[in-house]
């Protein structure tokens, strides 16, 4: 699976959009993006994930750029319950492989 | 919304004690995963199923057993616990992928 970094922490005021980036550089053909988050002692809640085209669902969009080599997941209208740890996963499409959870980032949403 | 449900959200166990963690999923999934995630060493697959009474194994099944006789429930077995076993562990479930995983809560298994 292809690398990812990520800023380790980022604020963001409450109301506002939160815009957590993810650079993927190796990332090759037939590898998607995910996006999870990790409240404190809880599972991770899997957020949204693509391949090539910008998508969007009820929690939040995922724009990757035309090279495929950095991600970008917003969350529109951040709350206090959006605070967490936000990890970038990039995997093939296939069973049994490690989830590559990276120290990801944690996001601190401010009243 | 998929609901993945394991049976302890905190368990205490004495070493040599035969572990058992159990895992229900509501969405008819074919798949489901066993991973431990430890602080600096992110989550890890023990074992994975993609069908009733199929197992495969996963980077780290050693000292651990599984079992899938129903499709919503998957079962992880400490054969005999050890302190090195102390960690949390989450199960999984999906649909083929491409289609994410979806976790439960986790257990948090302390081995004493």
Redesign the interface.
Request: glycine share 16%; hydrophobic share 25%; charged share 15%.
């Given at each position: 699976d292809a690398k990812t970094t990520q800023p380790p922490s980022m604020d963001c005021a409450e109301g506002r959009a939160a815009n957590l980036p993810c650079n993927h550089s190796t990332i090759s053909g037939n590898e998607?993006v995910?996006w999870y988050r990790q409240i404190h002692?809880?599972?991770?809640?899997?957020i949204i994930?693509g391949?090539k085209n910008n998508e969007t669902n009820e929690m939040a969009s995922l724009i990757i750029t035309e090279d495929r080599k950095s991600s970008t997941l917003i969350l529109p209208h951040a709350t206090l319950r959006d605070t967490a740890v936000y990890y970038c996963i990039v995997r093939v499409?296939?069973?049994?492989?490690?989830?590559?959870?990276?120290p990801g980032t944690r996001l601190s949403v401010l009243p | 919304d998929v609901k993945?449900t394991q049976s302890s959200r905190y368990l205490v166990k004495r070493t040599g004690e035969k572990v058992f963690l159990e895992c229900v999923q509501d969405m008819d999934h074919e798949?489901m995963f066993w991973?431990r995630?430890d602080p600096g060493l992110?989550?890890?697959?023990i074992y994975?199923s993609?069908d009733v009474k199929m197992k495969?194994k996963?980077?780290i099944p050693e000292g651990y057993s599984v079992s899938r006789e129903k499709k919503e429930r998957f079962s992880l077995i400490l054969e005999s616990a050890s302190t090195n076993q102390t960690s949390m562990y989450?199960c999984?479930s999906s649909l083929k992928?491409?289609l994410?995983?979806?976790?439960?809560?986790?257990t948090?298994l302390s081995i004493l």
């Open positions: 998607y995910y002692s809880q599972g991770p809640q899997y994930h391949l499409d296939n069973y049994g492989q490690n989830f590559v959870f990276g | 993945v798949n991973y995630q992110g989550l890890r697959l994975f993609y495969e996963g980077d989450l999984a992928p491409p994410p995983q979806h976790f439960g809560d986790g948090r």
